[in-house]
């Protein structure tokens, strides 16, 4: 189980000073070579005893202030961010051999925004956020099913679904990043971006594979 790499190289002169900029060049990229969900993100947090853990989640916006995803705010991932809100990204696009990791920290979207987006969502998903009490047990899939349908008779085809009140978003602020290509010899290109505040200026290094 051994790939060998060669697609492409990342040199310091081929990317943007600013990494939010560069991420959103990779971005594009990844979504013009058809990737299935090149949005997908893998989210690593902590809880308060320190204990990791991570899931894959979809990265709903992006702007000069952090990514955006949403969530049930009763979820793991929820009480360990509201622990903790130090967490970390991988962008995990195997077939351009590229990977983007991020660090940084959580905080919560206001309400107008996560109204916003809910409103947004196809009406399969605003039934399912109200029937799942995400990473809570129950018996079987068919109690998720009439919890589902339950909530389909609430709301018949056609009515405005409200966005739960256990339900929100986080922005994540950005404090870190690693840009990753893979290279024959696994002498992998590494291009990090760090800064001191959120005031500072990106600081641009390659790291060793």
Known sequence: MRQT??????????VDPDPIV???SWLAQATEAGL?????????????????SARTVLLKGLDTRG??????????KADDLAANPYCALV??????????????SATKLPQDEVDAYFASRPRGS????????????????????LQYASYERQWPEGTEISTPYFWGGYRIEPQAFEFWQGR???LHD??????????????????QP
């Open 67 to 76: 990514f955006v995803f949403f969530t049930n705010q009763q979820s793991r």
């Open 5 to 14: 790499y060669g697609l492409g190289e990342l040199l310091e002169s081929q």
């Open 190 to 207: 590494r291009l990090a971006y760090r800064r001191t505040d959120a005031t500072s200026k990106w600081e641009l290094v390659r790291l």
């Open 91 to 104: 962008f995990p696009w195997h077939a351009m051999e590229r990977q983007v990791r991020v660090e940084g």
């Open 126 to 145: 605003q039934l399912g956020a109200w029937a799942s009490q995400q990473s809570q047990p129950v018996d079987s899939r068919e109690e998720l099913d």
């Open 184 to 186: 024959t010899g696994r």
């Open 22 to 24: 560069q991420f959103g």
């Open 36 to 52: 299935a969900e090149p949005n997908a993100m893998v989210l690593a947090t902590a809880d308060a005893d320190g204990k990791p």
